[in-house]
């Protein structure tokens, strides 16, 4: 049976860590200026290259950089810069779309793979970018025919990339969609300036909008769908007929979501792959696969266009529909490790046993428990007030600074707090 890898989004070291908790075979991250996150919060810096590099090998995954927005003149200096850096941190390969940057890897002896961007829809295209790459990911828009017959074409032609394999196909398989076409969309560089193909897009087809006729005597309040903005992608109901096409790996979307994001879904993916290797996808694990990703952030969900639809789903309300929320509550002061304990500052809320709890560190990454005893100042006690300093047992190292949230579902009166982002 072949191999299948789950390619996992990093947009900040503890996203990076909760990947590789969530059995991520390879993770992708963005550093500088060229890169389709390259304006977001969820950036990397040069100098970071190398330590995630080193991360990703200490724990067998590989690591993926994306170079992939299009090249100027004026940043091909930046451009080759970048590679370098990638070659000499032993980055396992770059994502890329733009010719200058495939040319120049090629020359350097960079692994390749093919970014979106390309927009792939056909085997004559898989031909021409075998030249250049071993991995390729193809159009958002093709249907899960389409995707094997292009495998099964790679197979009886021996189209093969330049380590000498057969080319391997990628797909999204969840995560947020764009509304344009494999992402070729120019509303936020019309509006404001701001292109998404240069990392830079502003989502202006997330809002809400009102229509109004050309003499200003008629608005209309566009209500109940936001006509621009998709449903994310969730592919877990047809996720085996994707690995019965020839898939090899699955792209999950998301470098700027968090740690807990990253983790829930590569985890969940994770048990769904080793569920149609051992022929256990059943539509009762496809029901739970589907409860645990619906937890975390997401515009609502639909299966794409694999298979066949022609038109999206569009979003019936502004943000995130996740069915469970994080609220900030704290952060871990110390940690002993002979005891495996934590001290915990409570600064916003209070903290009962029997909470669902998130912590969440650059090395940490992201652990969940149960609170099953609370102590302060060394009594047990049912409840940690806020400004007191509490300890629970955790089965994981946690790191003192990383922060601590409660796990809150739909209909608590937390769940309605302001809290950062899911």
Request: charged share 25%; net charge negative; proline share 2%.
């Amino acid at each position: 049976m072949r191999e299948i890898e789950i390619m996992s989004p990093a947009g900040s070291f503890d996203s990076l860590m909760a990947a590789i908790q969530g059995g991520a075979g390879s993770v992708y991250f963005g550093a500088g200026q060229l890169n389709m996150r390259a304006r977001s919060s969820s950036n990397f810096s040069t100098d970071e290259i190398r330590q995630i590099a080193e991360i990703c090998r200490e724990h067998n995954v590989k690591s993926y950089l994306t170079l992939n927005t299009i090249i100027y003149d004026e940043e091909l200096p930046v451009m080759r810069e970048m590679v370098d850096i990638a070659k000499k941190s032993d980055v396992t390969a770059i994502i890329a779309s733009d010719l200058s940057v495939l040319e120049y890897a090629r020359k350097q002896g960079v692994e390749i793979h093919i970014s979106t961007q390309c927009n792939i829809t056909n085997i004559e295209a898989v031909k021409f970018y075998a030249n250049y790459a071993d991995v390729m990911v193809l159009a958002r828009e093709l249907s899960v025919e389409q995707i094997a017959a292009i495998t099964r074409a790679i197979e009886q032609q021996e189209i093969r990339g330049p380590k000498g394999n057969l080319v391997q196909i990628e797909v999204f398989v969840h995560g947020a969609l764009c509304m344009a076409v494999s992402g070729k969309c120019y509303i936020s560089l019309d509006n404001f300036n701001s292109s998404a193909n240069r990392g830079a897009c502003l989502q202006p087809c997330r809002r809400a909008y009102h229509v109004k006729d050309a003499d200003n005597q008629i608005e209309l309040e566009v209500d109940n769908k936001y006509i621009m903005s998709p449903k994310d992608l969730m592919t877990l109901p047809i996720l085996d007929r994707l690995l019965d096409a020839g898939v090899s790996v699955l792209k999950i979307e998301g470098r700027g979501r968090s740690a807990e994001y990253v983790k829930t879904v590569t985890l969940t993916y994770h048990k769904a792959v080793e569920a149609w290797k051992s022929r256990q996808y059943t539509r009762e694990n496809v029901e739970q696969w589907t409860h645990e990703v619906g937890k975390v952030y997401n515009r609502g969900f639909w299966g794409g266009y694999y298979l066949g639809e022609k038109t999206g789903e569009w979003s019936e309300r502004y943000g995130s529909q996740a069915t469970q929320k994080k609220v900030y509550v704290g952060k871990v002061v110390n940690f002993f490790s002979k005891l495996n304990v934590a001290e915990i500052k409570v600064e916003t809320h209070s903290i009962s046993v029997g909470d669902e709890i998130l912590i969440i560190g650059p090395t940490t990454g992201a652990y969940e428990a149960r609170v099953q005893e609370l102590r302060v100042e060394m009594q047990v006690v049912e409840q940690a007030q806020k400004g007191e300093h509490c300890s629970i047992a955790a089965s994981e190292t946690l790191r003192r600074g990383d922060k601590v949230y409660l796990l809150v579902e739909a209909g608590h009166p937390l769940f309605q707090v302001q809290s950062e982002k899911n």
